[in-house]
């Protein structure tokens, strides 16, 4: 961290300079932007109303990251852990990506889109009665310096108004301090744990070893397996405006079906929807008609909606508090699903029900992708394509069905789409399932248009069916069983809307 005169400051592994491979100056100021004269500082100074914001209160998520941390402070007793938000990552040249604070951020500290500022850091201070939470903000600038007007990656004419620390200790109810002062706060030989790679000053100041990172990553990773009522609602949240995003999609169908790439028709149709009722998309949405579908990551969106195809999409909405919707449905686009479609739908549909009616309590996380699999490899043998038996298939070490249905059927779900990633085997797809977990079961049938061993009047087809699974005590609640999934419902989903 380096100091750049008037009480400015840059998080940066090394000094900033004016070179040419560097699109700041040491001020945040673009190199090609005019330089002010000393009567224009001056001026600039001057003439400003006090702007203070009014009717804070205290965030919604306060009660429960007050719960996280206190759990996360039993965990490492004495330990001083470093959690950063991140450093803003360039997208070309002086243009950054939107910043997106890191999850486990985000998760202890209750700070979502509107209120994240790159480069803070969270701090759990160890004290003889557990920890104290400091968080190191980059504050509102004041008027007396000439932050608020030239620094194009922290100034408020450039980005728009931060918080003081005043009114992000009253909305988020921790102790919040300067980003000038995490450096004295980080001296000292006290044993410290970091969440690595996400602030390159912070990377570089605390020194902890690969292992003892991964640890405390994994750690982070798996308090986030059972989600409180506070995620809960978020999750609820998003998944409302999925729907409504899936309803504006297949309002511009008519639309989509005239534009050369019609993909993107609908998916700046549910970006719009994410954008307006929430924070942004939660991964990049996947449009996928005729045999894109069998594509399984298909983001190009690129190609042409045709009538008589089936267009598979996969998209989610993110809620401010950075909590996303999984969802995938399969639509005819004329509203009408033909006779081969319709059995393959019937299949996916079927391995759906038998996957979501496995998550319960008690059971293993690899149940419900068993379930849904034993009907892919049954209806798959009875369409004359499997070489061996469907009992052969299921053999672990046969596996031919998935050959159509090559990824596993679902992931937990939460704050990031593939939530808890960094859990140990045997806390995740190992483990048991317990009431607050929230998962996806997604099952799918892709028939590749060159694929020989199926009759031709299938090859093309790509359906895939997604929903977001509570775990609860007495099984499951499927919470996006009110975006439509049966054929019936969905032909008359698409008829309309689509008019």
């Known amino acids: ?61 306060v009660p429960f990251t007050k719960k996280r941390r206190a759990k996360l402070s039993k965990a490492y007793k004495g330990v001083r852990l470093v959690i950063p938000a991140g450093n803003l990552k360039v997208r070309s040249n002086d243009s950054d990506f939107q910043f997106r604070a890191h999850s486990a951020y985000s998760w202890l500290t209750g700070i979502g889109a509107s209120d994240a500022v790159p480069d803070s850091v969270l701090v759990l201070e160890p004290t003889k009665g557990g920890h104290e939470a400091l968080l190191f903000i980059h ?6 310096q000439d932050e608020f007007f030239r620094n194009a990656r922290h100034g408020e004419f450039w980005v728009g108004r931060r918080m003081t620390k005043e009114e992000t200790e009253k909305r988020y109810g921790i102790n919040v301090r300067h980003i000038d002062t995490l ?3 980080l001296k000292g030989k006290k044993k410290v744990l970091v969440v690595r790679g996400e602030d390159s000053s912070v990377d570089k100041v605390v020194k ?24 809960i609602n978020e999750m609820k949240k998003a998944i409302d405006t999925t729907s409504r995003g899936f309803d504006d999609m297949i309002k511009v169908f008519p639309e989509a079906i005239k534009s050369p790439k019609g993909e993107r028709v609908l998916e700046g149709a549910f970006f719009s929807r994410a954008r307006v009722e929430g924070n942004d998309i939660g991964y990049p949405s996947i449009v996928a008609s005729g045999s894109h579908a069998c594509i399984l990551h298909w983001i190009r969106n690129d190609g042409q909606v045709k009538k008589g195809d089936l267009i598979l999409i996969d998209a989610g909405a993110e809620t401010d508090a950075f909590y996303t919707a999984d969802i995938t449905r399969t639509l005819p686009i004329n509203g009408k699903f033909s006779k081969e479609q319709l059995h393959i739908y019937n299949i996916v549909l079927e391995a ?7 998550v319960k309590p008690g059971a293993s996380f690899g149940d419900f992708h068993k379930a849904a699999m034993k009907v892919v490899a049954h209806r798959m043998s009875e369409l004359g394509v499997l070489p061996v038996s469907p009992e052969e298939s299921l053999k672990p070490e046969s596996g031919l069905h998935r050959r159509w249905m090559p990824h596993s059927t679902g992931h937990m779900l939460g704050i990031d789409v593939h939530d808890c990633a960094q859990a140990r085997r045997e806390n995740y797809t190992l483990a048991k399932l317990e009431v607050g977990m929230l998962l996806t079961v997604e099952p799918g049938i892709y028939i590749h248009p060159d694929d020989e061993f199926v009759p031709p009047q299938y090859r093309g087809i790509g359906v895939r069916i997604e929903d977001d699974i ?3 005590k007495d099984g499951n609640i499927n919470l996006s069983a009110g975006i439509p999934r049966t054929p019936d419902a969905v032909e008359k989903w698409v008829k309309k809307l689509s008019r």
């Open 1 to 61: 961290m380096q100091k750049t005169g008037k009480g400015i400051y840059l998080m940066a592994t090394k000094k900033v300079t004016t070179k040419s491979d560097s699109p700041f100056n040491n001020k945040g100021t673009r190199l090609h932007d005019i330089p002010p004269s000393t009567d224009h500082l001056t001026f600039m100074s001057q003439g400003w109303a006090p702007s203070p914001l009014e009717g804070v209160t205290a965030h919604e998520s």
């Open 208 to 231: 902890t070893t690969k292992i003892q990172d991964k640890e405390f990553a994994t750690h982070l990773s798996e308090m986030r397996l059972i989600k409180d009522q506070y995620e």
């Open 139 to 144: 504050p509102r600038s004041p008027r007396d």
């Open 352 to 358: 759906s029900n038998a996957g979501i009616a496995a």
């Open 470 to 472: 509570l775990v609860t």
């Open 183 to 185: 450096p004295a706060q």
